[in-house]
């Protein structure tokens, strides 16, 4: 079993910054992709970026130059710097990880992002 912790969420104005931070631990041998998700109110959980174990990225159109993620190999941790927040980036927003082992699928409990205007 894999343990994800979050931390970094918060309310913030429009414009300013927040870092999101995931630690796994547990079975973490086998740790994959690792990810950020995000569910607004009344909306489905969306991608919001990947990490793959060799560094490569994937970002949804909607945060693409304005968040950044990155990750720590040693730490088992992935993080999540958000700039340039807006409105609608506001969401409960949610770890992903993936391992190569089974139970593959890990979600944490869910950090709570808010953006005022």
């Known amino acids: 079993q894999v343990q994800l912790v979050e931390s970094g969420g918060g309310l913030v104005q429009a414009g300013g910054s927040l870092r999101l931070s995931c630690a796994a631990s547990?079975?973490?041998?086998?740790?994959?992709?690792m990810a950020w998700y995000r569910q607004a109110p009344g909306k489905q959980r969306e991608l919001v970026a990947a990490i793959a174990s060799g560094g490569r990225t994937n970002y949804a159109d909607s945060v693409k130059g304005r968040f950044t993620i990155s990750r720590d190999n040693a730490k088992n941790t992935v993080y999540l710097q958000m700039n340039s927040l807006k409105p609608d980036d506001t969401a409960v927003y949610y770890c992903?990880?993936?391992?190569?082992?089974?139970?593959?699928?890990?979600w944490g409990q869910g950090t709570q992002v808010t953006v005022s205007s």
């Open positions: 547990g079975s973490t041998f086998g740790i994959n992709t």
């Open positions: 992903y990880v993936h391992r190569t082992s089974l139970p593959r699928d890990y």
